[in-house]
């Protein structure tokens, strides 16, 4: 089936340092989102892309939509405390269902 | 205005008994969707609802699963006889209505079948 192979699995970083994840797929997708998840929450969606090659920045938050149409990246700059959580990459499959990678937890030391 | 609300954030239970997972979608919202979250995993899609139209059940691990949601509004989550591999927390998300319109999720369940 189609699946979202979601990296790095976790981090743990100095608060200031920027931070790179990304997703990829042997299937091509016509979306691609990335979803944020505080502790005990659900998941709020941060940017939303629907083109390839596609970049689209959110505030500090800045992500692609690969020019294959099978990956996307999402960097944070200047991580702050508050960046702590799991992130989500999302993709609609064939019968138009929401499936998520296995998500990046991320630790900011301060 | 109100977001989608989950009830109850906590629920442990005994393995055999059935458990009922109770989500309240944003008013005006017609699509309505279950997910499941196993420990350090992603949200693994269960059912769908959208109107009035059949629900897709697709996502249901088996038949100790099911859903309703009544009047178009409130849904509830029922697993029968529980096992220890239900223990997760349990998503529910509202949308417009399917395909690209953003889902908006809840705070979750968490399951803990002992």
């Known amino acids: 089936g189609q699946q979202l192979n979601q990296s790095p699995q976790s981090m743990f970083i100095q608060e200031g340092e920027d931070v790179s994840m990304n997703c990829t797929s042997s299937?091509?997708?016509?979306?691609w989102l990335w979803y944020k998840q505080d502790p005990g929450e659900g998941p709020v969606l941060l940017i939303a892309?629907?083109?390839?090659?596609e970049l689209t920045s959110n505030g500090r938050l800045t992500a692609q939509f690969g020019i294959t149409r099978k990956d996307s990246f999402l960097n944070i700059s200047a991580s702050i405390p508050s960046d702590v959580g799991i992130y989500f990459c999302a993709c609609y499959n064939q019968g138009g269902k929401l499936i998520f990678g296995q998500g990046t937890e991320l630790s900011v030391k301060p | 205005g109100a977001g989608v609300s989950q009830s109850p954030s906590n629920k442990v239970t005994e393995k055999g008994k059935d458990v009922e997972l109770r989500c309240d979608p944003i008013?005006?919202?017609?699509?309505l969707y279950w997910y499941r979250q196993s420990l350090g995993q992603g949200l693994e899609f269960l059912i769908y609802?959208?109107?009035?139209?059949?629900?897709?059940k697709s996502g249901l691990p088996s038949d100790r699963f099911s859903a309703e949601r009544t009047g178009g509004s409130v849904s509830t989550l029922t697993i029968q006889r529980t096992q220890q591999e239900d223990s997760a927390v349990y998503l529910c998300?509202?949308?417009?209505?399917?395909?690209?319109?953003?889902?908006?999720f809840g705070p979750g369940t968490r399951l803990t079948v002992l």
């Open positions: 008013s005006g919202h017609t699509a």
């Open positions: 892309l629907y083109k390839a090659g």
């Open positions: 609802f959208q109107g009035n139209s059949a629900p897709d």
């Open positions: 998300a509202s949308s417009h209505r399917e395909g690209v319109n953003e889902q908006f």
């Open positions: 299937s091509i997708f016509n979306t």
